[in-house]
């Protein structure tokens, strides 16, 4: 299990990398309103609450040094709400996953940028759907992916100026990528296409 999830932080690792090194050259605006309202998206629990009232907390040891790297957090009806997980033993916690019904439905996490949220996903009948993610330090996620009920890439959605607004859409078919759209007449809704 430690192994497992230590393998998919690595890929994690890398696809943030690849984001960063894809929108690197991208210009990207300073408009603080909207990194305020991107951080206080209801749909993101950990902003809502990351409270431990009135849960219990089972601790685990798995690095083998007596301090404890994952939580497990019940409520009073013996119900898994949360588990916080400190993937590379430094003692901070790197991801938090969110439970309901005793289904996996959000899970955050901070990979390598200094503690912030770089990747957030959402499941719905343990299937990721969605998958929101960072790629510079403003508090943004100007990507955002969209899943099949098979876990299959259907469209990918970014925000290149740094304005808040959706400006470039992907699609794909079958896991390939099929066509790209712009918005270039700034309505948020693409209008120039183009396929592969
Ligand atoms: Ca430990
Ligand atoms: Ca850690
Ligand atoms: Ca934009």
Redesign the pocket.
């Known amino acids: 299990m430690v192994f497992q999830n230590r393998s998919r932080v690595v890929v994690l690792c890398a696809i943030v990398a690849a984001s960063a090194l894809l929108f690197g050259c991208a210009s990207w605006g300073d408009d603080t309103d909207d990194a305020t309202a991107q951080q206080d998206d209801p749909e993101r629990a950990r902003y809502a609450n990351l409270s431990t009232d009135g849960l219990k907390v089972d601790k685990a040891d798995l690095s083998g040094n007596d301090e404890p790297d994952q939580w497990k957090y019940h409520d009073g009806d013996g119900n898994l709400v949360r588990v916080e997980r ?9 991801i938090w996953e969110y439970y309901e019904n005793g289904e996996l439905v959000e899970e955050e996490m901070a990979i390598d940028r200094g503690g912030e949220i770089d990747v957030v996903m959402f499941y719905e009948e343990g299937r990721v759907v969605r998958q929101l993610m960072a790629s510079e330090f403003d508090g943004r996620f100007p990507i955002e992916k969209f899943y099949d009920s098979e876990e299959r890439l259907l469209r990918v959605e970014r925000d290149t100026s740094g304005d808040g607004q959706v400006d470039t859409w992907e699609y794909f078919e079958d896991g390939e990528r099929d066509r790209i759209g712009w918005d270039t007449s700034g309505d948020g809704q693409p209008d120039t296409f183009d396929h592969y």
Do not use: I, L, S, Y
């Open positions: 400190d993937m590379n033993f430094d003692g901070d916690v790197n």
